[in-house]
């Protein structure tokens, strides 16, 4: 579409096809206005990798004793962004990289290459970790709730 001949100060974007996500890419967006949205949260019940979608500014409900890993978006500072929760009493959450060259950052340190922080497990559903991917094979620790502590090399 021509953002330069739009009319009525209104540009519509639709989908016949049902499409619930538009990406711009490497697109730059500035605005003096407002844009909003809804944050997108998930659940995890069982181990797996998050989605990119998920690492884009979600939460991540961990209902499970499991262990979650951030994908391989971290290779510049992209920004990436994601909330891990504990949702229900008593559950150990294990965070790990997927990519094993990525380091996880917590309290400021470095823990080092393929290393995981672990929640305290206690039963406190307020239990939470915020990581953002602030330079390249760098998920940085913003904010938390809980006693985390690392749990030593990835298994």
Known sequence: ?????????EIAISSPGGATDLNFGSLH???TGTIS???????ATEERVLTTKEVSGGVVEVSAAVEVRVPDVCD??????VMITQKDDSETIEIAV???SDHLWLDGTDLGANYEIDSPGDAEQSNFIVLVCTEANNWKSFGRSGTWV?????N
Not at 1 to 9: C, G, K, M, P, V
Not at 76 to 81: C, E, R, V
Not at 150 to 154: E, F, I, L, S, Y
């Open 98 to 100: 997927t990519d094993t």
């Open 150 to 154: 690392t749990g030593g090399a990835a």
């Open 37 to 43: 949205g809804m944050v997108a949260v998930t659940e």
């Open 1 to 9: 579409f021509d953002l330069d001949t739009a009319t009525d100060n």
């Open 29 to 31: 967006m500035i605005t």
């Open 76 to 81: 510049t500072a992209s920004g990436a962004s």
